[in-house]
């Protein structure tokens, strides 16, 4: 069983910045893909980026490129999500999830494998 932890959300003016965490208990969290999403009430899941078990290959939603990173730190089994200029429009729950696969970093809901309960980030104009 995988279970994510994730933290960091809250409120943050326009233009502020925030740093997502999410823990994994996991054995081999370096072998894992793992993925940050968001979703707004009444609106589909979207991703928002990914990493592969190298730090090497990440993908980005193209309305967070330039302003989010992803990134991990194998030892301590956690992923990072670092968010600079925040928009209003990034207001929404963030998920951490993880794909056992192996392979690319991919962007649909559906291959990940074991979701994080999710954080509140409001972004306020």
């Known amino acids: 069983q995988v279970q994510l932890i994730e933290s960091g959300g809250g409120l943050v003016q326009a233009g502020g910045s925030l740093r997502l965490s999410c823990a994994a208990s996991v054995r081999t969290f370096s072998s894992y893909i793992m993925g940050w999403f968001r979703q707004t009430p009444g609106k589909e899941r979207e991703f928002v980026a990914a990493i592969g078990w190298s730090t090497g290959r990440r993908s980005y939603a193209d309305s967070v490129k330039g302003r989010f990173t992803i990134s991990r730190d194998n030892a301590k089994k956690t992923v990072y999500l670092q968010m600079n200029s925040l928009k209003p429009e990034d207001t929404a729950a963030y998920y951490c999830?993880?794909?056992?696969?192996?392979?690319?970093?991919?962007?649909?809901?559906?291959?990940?494998?074991?979701w994080g309960q999710g954080t509140q980030v409001t972004v306020s104009s």
């Open positions: 999830a993880a794909d056992l696969k192996r392979g690319t970093p991919k962007q649909n809901v559906s291959a990940y494998d074991y």
